[in-house]
C-alpha cells in the first residue's frame, strides 16, 4: 500500500475496544485491520452489485 490518505472517524468506545481486541488476536494494527474490513465490505458490496444486474 504505497499510497495512503489519512482520515480521521468516530468510533464509539465500546466498538474501538472491541477491535482493538480483534486486531491484537489477528496480530494487526487497529488500522490494519480496520483497512482489511473496509476491503471486504467493498468488494462484497460491488459484487452484489455486479451479480444483481446479471
Excluded: C, H, W
Aim: hydrophobic share 30%; aromatic share 4%.
Amino acid at each position: 500500500m504505497s499510497d495512503v490518505s489519512k482520515t480521521t472517524i468516530n468510533l464509539p468506545v465500546d466498538l474501538k475496544k472491541e477491535l482493538k481486541k480483534m486486531a491484537i488476536d489477528e496480530e494487526t494494527s487497529l488500522s490494519g485491520l480496520i483497512i482489511k474490513m473496509i476491503e471486504e465490505g467493498y468488494e462484497k458490496r460491488t459484487q452484489t452489485k455486479f451479480s444483481s444486474e446479471d
